[in-house]
């Protein structure tokens, strides 16, 4: 299967999820885009690597990093493999020189790691496909913010917006795509999506 390289283009506050952070990753060599929904302790992680932030003592993924060195292990690559029932599975690949061995992680814990190893994210071009959403050429910035909620109109304000999407026409829904896409609010894009996708 093609793999295809990915790069941490954001970190955000989830719109929709207390607690939660959307982690926005790119492909290298073009415009599609994977948002990821993870937990505030793995953005954590994550944004302390980016930001070369030392911890007064290790964390987690330092701890992991620590351990595998000392035996003579070292991750190669990161993967994201699958994608099952909206939840994204991911790959830890290490070697110890001899021998290849792959683990299953959660992504965010993943990419926590790979960051410590300064190893390459990857993922597969059907998953890519499948779940990837495509920014518009015209965007004019490759990172992503945080963005303000969507607009609602009438009682549907109240409501998740997972469940406002609901109420919406496919028309409706392809529009509102199109313009989570221009202000580059990908994570209420991968919603949208993920509605569209359960129509069809």
Known sequence: MEKIKLEI???SPSQSQTGSFALILGEEFGNRRLPIIIGMFEAQAIAIEIEKITPNRPMTHDLFKSF?????YKVTEIVISDLREGIFFAQIVCTD???E???DARPSDAIAIGLRFNVPIYTF???LSEAGIVANEGSSSERSSESAAPSSTGSSKSKPFPDQLKDNSMEDLQRMLDQALSNEEYEKAAQIRDEISRRN
Request: glycine content about 18%; overall charge positive.
């Open 68 to 72: 595998a060195q000392g035996f003579h």
């Open 97 to 99: 020189g001899l021998k």
């Open 125 to 127: 071009e059907n998953l």
């Open 101 to 103: 061995r792959v683990i």
């Open 9 to 11: 283009l954001g970190l």
